[in-house]
């Protein structure tokens, strides 16, 4: 029997808004994953720290700062300097349809979903796309 899928639901930067990333985290346990969320205000720093310490398989940033374009890179990169490049990023937010295809484009994001996907189709794409032993 394969192991729960393990995600890491965080909110970047001084965005104090996680009504929406914390109805997905619940959304995301009640699909059967095991989900961990680290609250508001955490830097990259923190958010890749935690992600490290419970062994996730995706982070999943939720970000409505408009900071999207520094924090998904910034994260990214420290994922990949502490050895977990293998750490799905995903996220969702109000993105611009640019800097989502920007963002995909550059490596920083397995996928974005924006205001109005519905939770099925989250829960559906992280199943098919992440992979657990």
């Known amino acids: 029997m394969a192991r729960r899928i393990r995600v890491l639901v965080a909110k970047p930067g001084l965005d104090g808004h996680d009504r929406g990333a914390r109805v997905i985290a619940r959304a995301l ?14 830097t990259p720093e923190q958010i890749v720290e935690a992600a490290i310490q419970e062994d996730v398989d995706v982070v999943g940033l939720s970000i409505l700062s408009g900071a999207h374009m520094t924090l998904f890179p910034r994260i990214c990169e420290l994922l990949k300097e502490n050895g977990a490049e293998d750490i799905m990023v995903m996220g969702g937010g109000t993105i611009p349809e640019a800097d989502v295809k920007a963002l995909k484009q550059g490596g920083w994001a397995a996928e974005l979903f924006t ?9 559906d794409w992280i199943n098919a796309n992440v992979k657990v032993d």
Do not use: C, F, S
């Open 29 to 42: 346990r009640d699909a059967g994953m095991e989900v961990v969320y680290t609250g508001l205000h955490q």
């Open 115 to 123: 205001p109005g996907t519905t939770i099925e189709t989250i829960v």
